[in-house]
């Protein structure tokens, strides 16, 4: 026999969506067989499945310690429990009793791809424990979790449930687009006024790719990204990208296809220009960061208006970018000023051999009887060259006596 104490996160759903979190080897049949022998009780009386739990509710197992342990699986014990996990100290912006806001670093899975990885998930449930702000053994019937998700290489705020009542809140204004979400992103080309841009876009399983398209095709979504520019040097900008429909890879590829490949990005990204920035200023991943979510319209009682400034990665490669920029455009200035110089004294040497090359014409012309210079400028092939001694009608004799 086992007794179950409902909880303030467990409460507010129906009993039998309880049971089957409890045991979730067990079916469906069997759940309802032991509701109908009575041999699970809520409150000391016989249920169906179908009430509300309310907190402080009481259930009742009538099952031996065999049965409840085959049927609830790996639920055992919490996922984080008795598990190590990398000593990471999350960046919590915001937290309050329902939800919490996360900065989460490049490089962490927001949810897990396979069993064996660790996510955010983990990290900020053994965050919660560490705190006290819940139990393991409330964690083997609620799992608290991130309800955005972001690409492993793209850093950035993530809003995270505490409690039911706070996942639920979350996930409707999600769901109702309340909340807006809004990027910084660094791209290749010159961006010099807002945009707003429908597309539609399609993915393949196979490669994790997604293409963009400006009519519908199969299997294809409706995206909607809009952007506006924070800063640009003619060939980068800057730009603050709010993600109004929120698909995965969205971002990348919508920009990518507008012309602005996002800086760092191996798959639509320009390959030039990211080994350029990884060799120049050390940019070893998508310059892409989550930087601000925002309501004012949020179907619950607190609101949200969090910002987070570039993580400090960004923040070395950004002020390197910009340093080497006015290097670079002071060593161009300096090269202009050298070459101007260079020129002109190339000028003044022509204009001396020129007119040293000139004298020698008319001696050499006036010498064979050529003085007229109408007359040599028709009937004489003399040509200046570098240095102005060059034959004058293919005849090096007179060249000689024009020279000596």
């Known amino acids: ?18 049971l089957k979190k409890y045991f979730p080897e067990a079916g469906s049949g069997f759940l309802y067989k032991m509701l109908r022998k009575k041999n699970i009780l809520l409150n000391e009386k016989k249920a169906d499945g179908k009430e509300m739990l309310k907190q402080g509710d009481r259930i009742r197992l009538y099952l031996a310690e065999e049965t409840i342990e085959k049927f609830r ?11 190590k ?20 670093p490049a490089g962490m899975l927001s949810q897990k791809a396979k069993p064996s990885d660790l996510s955010l ?23 608290p979790a991130p309800c955005n998700r972001l690409d492993r290489n793209t850093s950035g705020l993530v809003l995270c449930g505490k409690s039911l009542a706070g996942l639920q809140a979350l996930s409707e204004a999600l769901k109702l687009r309340t909340l807006k979400k809004y990027y910084l992103a660094l791209v290749l080309g010159k961006a010099d006024r807002p945009g707003h841009q429908k597309a539609w876009l399609s993915k393949d399983t196979k490669t994790n790719q ?22 640009s040097n003619g060939e980068e900008t800057l730009l603050k990208v709010e993600l109004i429909t929120g ?20 798959k639509y990204g320009n390959a030039r220009w990211n080994r350029r920035l990884k060799q120049e200023y050390g940019l070893k991943r998508q310059f892409l960061h989550a930087c601000r979510w925002n309501s004012h319209e949020c179907p619950v009682r607190w609101k949200l208006c ?19 920029r006015e290097r670079r455009v002071n060593y161009d200035r300096r090269e202009n000023r050298r070459r101007r110089n260079e020129r002109k004294e190339e000028t003044e040497k022509e204009s001396e051999k020129g007119a040293y090359g000139r004298r020698n014409h008319d001696r050499v012309c006036s010498g064979n009887g ?35």
């Open 1 to 18: 026999m086992r007794d179950l104490t409902i909880g303030k996160n467990e409460a507010g759903q129906r009993m039998d969506k309880y």
């Open 73 to 83: 699986g790996g639920q055992m014990r919490p996922a984080v429990s008795g598990r």
């Open 85 to 104: 996990t990398p000593d990471i100290k999350l960046d919590v912006i915001y937290e309050d009793d329902h939800v919490a806001i996360v900065n989460k």
């Open 121 to 143: 998930v983990e990290y900020f449930q053994r965050y919660l424990l560490e705190t006290g702000a819940i139990s393991e053994q409330e964690l083997e019937t609620f799992h």
């Open 210 to 231: 997604v293409k963009v398209s400006t009519g519908q095709g199969p299997e294809s979504s409706p995206i909607e990204t809009a952007w506006e520019p924070v800063w």
């Open 247 to 266: 698909k995965s890879h969205q971002i990348r590829c919508h920009l990518a296809s507008l012309g602005y490949p996002l800086a760092g990005d191996p």
């Open 306 to 324: 969090r910002e987070n400034v570039l993580p400090h990665r960004f923040r070395m490669n950004w002020n390197g970018l910009q340093r080497v």
């Open 370 to 404: 050529l003085g007229d210079e109408k007359l040599c400028t028709d009937q004489c092939s003399y040509s200046f060259g570098i240095d102005g001694r060059y034959d004058h009608d293919g005849r090096p004799d007179l060249w000689k006596q024009a020279v000596i």
